[in-house]
C-alpha cells in the first residue's frame, strides 16, 4: 500500500537558517509529489508539485523541492527562513494519471525562532 | 472573491444529532473533495466528486452522505454524530480528477461533538 513518511513531527530553526524537511514516500510507481502548508487556523496551499521533467522544483514563498527516485525522496528546502514560514507542512502524493487520491503524510510542525 | 469557502467556520454540537457543513467553489473547477484532519492533523480524503458524480468513496461510516446539488457546491451531511467526529473538516476542489490538476483548499470547519 502506498504511503508517505515524514519523519519529523517537530523542527525549530533560527530565522535566517536553512531548512531541510524530508519526505519518503513508497508506492509502486513513482506518483505525483505534492508540498503543502497549513498556517494554523488556516486551509492547506500548495507550495509546489513534481509531475515529471527537472527533478529540482521552484515553489511559492521561496520553496524549493528535489525529487530522488533512488532514495523516494521529495525533500522541501528553504535557504533562508522567516518567521511568517511557521506553519505545518504536510508531504503528499497522487497516484500517477490522477491527482484525486491525495495521500498525506503526518506533517512536520517548523517552528521559528527569532 | 474566495476561492474554496466553507460554512460554518465552527460547530459545536451533541452526540446524536445530525448537521451539515456547506462548501462552494467560485474556481470553475469540476471536481470537489471532503477531507478530515483528526486531532493529530492527519489529514485523510473521505469522499471526491466530478461533474456531481461520486468518484473517491473511501471507508467512511453511512452516516456520512455528501450531496453535490451542482458542480460548484459539495456539501457534507453528518447523521447521528459521535464524539469521534470531532475534527476539522476540509473542502478542496481541483479543475479535474487528472493528472496535472492541483487541489485547493477551503478554510476548514472545526467540528466538536459533545
Known amino acids: 500500500a502506498q504511503s508517505v513518511t515524514q519523519p519529523d513531527i517537530h523542527i525549530t530553526v533560527s530565522e535566517g537558517a536553512s531548512l531541510e524537511l524530508r519526505c519518503n514516500y513508497s508506492y509502486g510507481a513513482t506518483p505525483y509529489l505534492f508540498w503543502y502548508v497549513q498556517s494554523p487556523g488556516q486551509g492547506l496551499q500548495l507550495l509546489l508539485k513534481?509531475?515529471?521533467?527537472?527533478?529540482l522544483v521552484q515553489g511559492i514563498k521561496g520553496f524549493e523541492a528535489e525529487f530522488k527516485r533512488s532514495q523516494s525522496s521529495f525533500n522541501l528546502r528553504k535557504p533562508s527562513v522567516h518567521w511568517s514560514d511557521a506553519a505545518e507542512y504536510f508531504c503528499?502524493?497522487?497516484?500517477?494519471?490522477?491527482?484525486?487520491?491525495?495521500?498525506f503524510g503526518t506533517g512536520t510542525r517548523l517552528q521559528v525562532t527569532l | 472573491d474566495t476561492a474554496v469557502s466553507q460554512t460554518p467556520k465552527y460547530l459545536v454540537t451533541q452526540m446524536g444529532n445530525d448537521k451539515s457543513i456547506k462548501c462552494e467553489q467560485n474556481?470553475?473547477?469540476?471536481?470537489m473533495y471532503w477531507y478530515k484532519q483528526d486531532s493529530k492533523k492527519f489529514l485523510k480524503i473521505m469522499f471526491s466528486?466530478?461533474?456531481?458524480?461520486?468518484?473517491i468513496n473511501e471507508t467512511v461510516p453511512n452516516r456520512f452522505s455528501p450531496k453535490s446539488p451542482d458542480k460548484a457546491h459539495l456539501n457534507l451531511h453528518i447523521n447521528s454524530l459521535e464524539l469521534g467526529d470531532s475534527a476539522v473538516y476540509f473542502c478542496a476542489s481541483s479543475q479535474g480528477p487528472g493528472q496535472g490538476y492541483e487541489q485547493y483548499f477551503g478554510p476548514g470547519t472545526r467540528l466538536t461533538v459533545t
Open positions: 466528486y466530478n461533474n456531481k458524480e461520486l468518484i
Open positions: 503528499a502524493v497522487a497516484p500517477r494519471g490522477t491527482a484525486s487520491k491525495l495521500t
Open positions: 513534481y509531475f515529471s521533467g527537472d527533478t
Open positions: 474556481l470553475g473547477h469540476d471536481t
